[in-house]
């Protein structure tokens, strides 16, 4: 299938400007078999993330009367290799490019990150949302390397309820799309 005309020119410049990095797709030997995309997909960038996992106490679903950290939404930016910012990522979960193109995903797989501390890493399918730009026809995201944002392990209680939390952190998306 070919892509349209407006993808593959923004593919080319990202790629040619070094917004982006095209590399082997394996995050870690242990991990790479659960977090794989099907073999009609392929790398077409990876983008850095920076920003906060956000949590709210909450009580617990149960007759404990117990609260808890409970995950809200992710708020991060995105950044080509060179540190400038070119997109965003929110709640959905969604990823936005700077041009206003939109994927919403769902998650497929998960594995505990290798580093202690760190949020899950995941293999999300994706849907376009928005208009066709440079991420409208990314069809998988893979997140890796993550440092950071779990749930704070203390201070959810009755007096707490209701307070969120904003917890660092960074993450690498690989973005796939069908060939």
Request: hydrophobic letters at 40%.
């Amino acid at each position: 299938m070919k892509k349209p005309f407006a993808f593959a020119s923004f593919l080319t410049v990202l790629l040619a400007g070094g917004h982006a990095i095209a590399q082997p797709s394996n995050p870690s030997a242990g991990l790479a078999q659960k977090l794989n995309v099907g073999p009609e997909e392929s790398l077409v960038m990876i983008v850095p993330a920076k920003g906060v996992q956000i949590y709210e106490c909450r009580a617990t679903k149960g007759q404990d009367g117990g609260y808890e950290w409970a995950f809200v939404a992710p708020e991060a930016d995105l950044f080509d290799t060179r540190g400038m910012k070119i997109g965003r990522h929110y709640a959905g979960p969604s990823w936005e490019a700077a041009d206003g193109s939109k994927i919403v995903g769902s998650v497929k797989a998960r594995a505990d990150a290798p580093e202690e501390g760190a949020i899950a890493w995941l293999l999300l399918g994706a849907k376009s949302v928005g208009p066709d730009g440079a991420f409208s026809h990314v069809s998988s995201v893979r997140r890796v390397k993550t440092v950071g944002g779990i749930a704070p392990g203390t201070g959810c209680s009755a007096a707490a309820a209701g307070t969120l939390a904003r917890v660092p952190y960074t993450a690498d998306y690989y973005f796939f799309t069908r060939e």
